[in-house]
């Protein structure tokens, strides 16, 4: 049986992020080259996108910045210009047979807050000229409410200034953040060591839910302690994360759970074994007759089949269990939990197995382009052979589970 991983991460993010992000990012190779690079580009180092692609990442970063990490702090090179300090936010790409293959970088300038830190003073008015000025949102925070916002954070927010000043700053936290805002918080006000930077959800007039980042420093003001802080919206990133996530662990045609995330619920699954007490199978799914339904009707068909199977597939099992599209015509249903009696587990999963089977033999109706109207419709009569493999506290090695699933499906085919 060959690993079926589904598509690469190397594909990258969609073009329509990227075009429309304020924030520099570029995707380098596993070499350190760049292959895209955000048109943000221009405007912060004064060298167009193109003229970038196939250069070292050496071209963008000062030599000696801390620029391996997944997190960090370089200094980004300019055209004519001072370098700027920014902040790195890394996340690494791999290949299909999971090797890596470069990673997805982020580079937020960080030169204006890193300026307004340094000049900082133990005076109000000068945090509103430095706050008025800055490229990202300020707000002063005392006593768990407003002091001063600039009109960034205004913006991310949606509400004027008058509406904000003075209002406990919770009240425009989503509720499922607010312990992690008040500890921070609390530790920042008692000068206790915090992350740089943080994320937390923020609720807007008109924007719904949004992402923002934040970090701060205790400051003096009118001669009580209060933060300021430092505050960006990164909904867009968040997003673009959420997709570069959605390649990793989806199958793109199907939109169930890959190999790489079945591997993670396998082995959840089987650690839990001893623990629980309780047993779990694996169902492995082969279509028979899928080849000549590609070879005669082409690959839109085949295609149509494989979501006509996830969804038949999904419609048969109880939420608790996952069906996992291997790649190709194979599929993986995992069903847990199952009682702790071996033979009454068993009974059940043979029980799901000649549900399945019952299930994908009925016949599927494919829509194909062509015919009178544009279309034409094409009659599939197909089968599965399915093996079944049961697991549970006696098992320690989820690969040794999937291979006895794998084979008893060649034993069911061979048995046809």
Known sequence: MTDKLGPSLADGPPATLLAHSHELWWREDAQGCLQEVSASVLPLCGWPAEALLGQPVSRLLEPGSDATDAAGRALLLARERPPRWVALHA?????????????WVLARDLTEQLRLEARLQHSERRYLELGETASEGVAVVQDW?????????????????????????????????????????????????????????????????????????????????ATINYINDVTTRKELEAQVRQLAFVDALTGLPNRRLLDDRLRMAVHQGPRTGLHGALLFVDLDRFKPLNDTHGHAAGDQLLVAVAQRLQAAVRASDSVVRLGGDEFVVMLTPLPSDPELAGHQAERVAAKLRERLAQPYVLRLPGGPGGERCVEHRGSASIGVALFGPQDDSPEAVLQRADQAMYRAKAAR
């Open 91 to 103: 996340s690494p790409l791999v290949d299909a047979l999971g090797q890596p293959a470069g990673r």
């Open 145 to 225: 409410c407003f002091k001063f916002v600039n009109r960034h954070l205004c913006e991310f927010v949606g509400f004027p200034e008058e509406e904000l000043l003075g209002r406990p700053f919770l009240d425009f936290i989503l509720e499922e953040d607010h312990e992690l805002l008040k500890s921070n918080h609390r530790k920042r006000l008692e000068g206790v060591p915090m992350p740089m930077r943080y994320e937390y959800r923020v609720k807007t007039r008109a924007r719904g839910v949004r992402w923002l980042e934040m970090g701060g420093s205790l400051i003096d003001w009118q001669g009580r302690p």
